[in-house]
């Protein structure tokens, strides 16, 4: 969904390229020291205004969702002797979550890797099952050997997305995914690819130095629920650790079409894999939350 206008505000604005750099739709550019959106706005994610040093951008959508709680009288909570946190702060912390897109080079350690995993199987999980699995580069190297296989996955698969007859031929048989695909995804793919193979630059993992590859056993009765609530928990205890992070949905989707993904991993190709996030130190801080589009509840009688 587009957001209602973008301002940028140029006596703020001092061309220091942080906008060009988060926006994951690359939609800006600095053109005379001043930053301009020169693309389109598609993923309305507020980056841009939440990471701007000199608050010169502002991101209006069609009505902001606001935080300020009704249900707890002070700061604490209602049972601030029972919890070790206050609602505030753990909102905070929610609400700081960033999906990441720029990471310093500086790996992460392998005794804070293995705490997020413990960290994440704090959670709930169907009939109790624990049936999560994890899978966890820890190098660079690794990450972009990773990377490689799923970027090889999509440029078979937009070679074939390019054959208009092949599409139509899909279609008809009632295997419309391809032609979605190519309406949906083809062209930002291929300029990422083309990033990738010419210019070497990662615009899958966005630099990051490690990644934790969450998957489910067989034989749970709700795997993929499993394997998110898990993978939120490792996203929000990473925020309170100082690392950014990114679900990184493309290498999910490389992984579940083709296998031999999965085996280069090591990962049994009996294990499912629903969550691939990319982690490191984050290159910037954001300045403030972004904004979350206003929701209607459902009140049922
Ligand atoms: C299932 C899922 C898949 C995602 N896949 C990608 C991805 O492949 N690449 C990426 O840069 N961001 C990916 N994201 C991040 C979203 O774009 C991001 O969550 C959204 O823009 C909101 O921004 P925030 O996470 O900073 O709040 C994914 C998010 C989800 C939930």
């Known amino acids: 969904m587009q957001p209602l206008s973008i301002h940028i505000d140029p006596t703020r604005c ?8 988060i926006c994951p739709a690359r939609a800006f550019n600095v053109i005379d020291k001043k930053a301009v959106l020169t693309g389109s706005c598609s993923f309305a994610c507020d980056h841009c205004a939440a990471a701007c040093p000199q608050s010169a951008i502002s991101v209006e959508f069609v009505a902001s969702e606001t935080f300020d709680f009704t249900s707890s009288p002070n700061d604490q909570g209602q049972n601030s002797s029972d919890t070790p946190i206050s609602l505030p702060s753990l909102v905070l912390l929610m609400r700081s979550r960033r999906s990441c897109r720029l990471y310093q080079k500086k790996s992460v350690e392998k005794n804070i ?67 979605f695909y190519f309406k949906e995804y083809f062209e930002s793919v291929n300029d990422g690819l083309n990033l990738w193979y010419e210019k070497g630059e990662d615009h899958l993992f ?34 309170n650790m100082g690392l950014g992070t990114c679900l990184i949905g493309f290498a999910v989707e490389a992984m579940r079409r ?23 130190y984050p290159e910037i801080a954001f300045q403030r939350p972004t904004a979350r589009r206003k929701i209607n509840i459902n009140w049922v009688d």
């Open 206 to 239: 966005h630099g990051a130095s490690a990644t934790i590859i969450i998957g489910a056993h067989p034989g749970a009765s709700c795997p993929q629920d499993d394997a998110l609530l898990a993978t939120q928990n490792i996203l929000l205890a990473a925020e």
């Open 113 to 179: 890797l293995e705490d997020l995993v413990k960290i994440a199987i704090t959670a709930p999980s169907g009939t109790n099952s624990q049936k999560w699995t994890f899978s966890i580069i820890d190098n660079r190297n690794r990450v972009i050997k990773f990377g490689a296989e799923i970027a090889a996955y999509f440029r078979k698969l937009n070679r074939q997305a390019e054959l208009a007859w092949l599409r139509k031929t899909l279609k008809f048989c009632g295997r419309p995914e391809l032609d």
């Open 258 to 280: 083709d296998r031999k993904i999965q085996t280069t991993l090591n990962i049994p190709t009996h294990e499912k894999i629903y969550s691939v996030i990319a982690l490191g």
């Open 14 to 21: 001092n061309g220091c390229k942080i906008c060009v750099n």
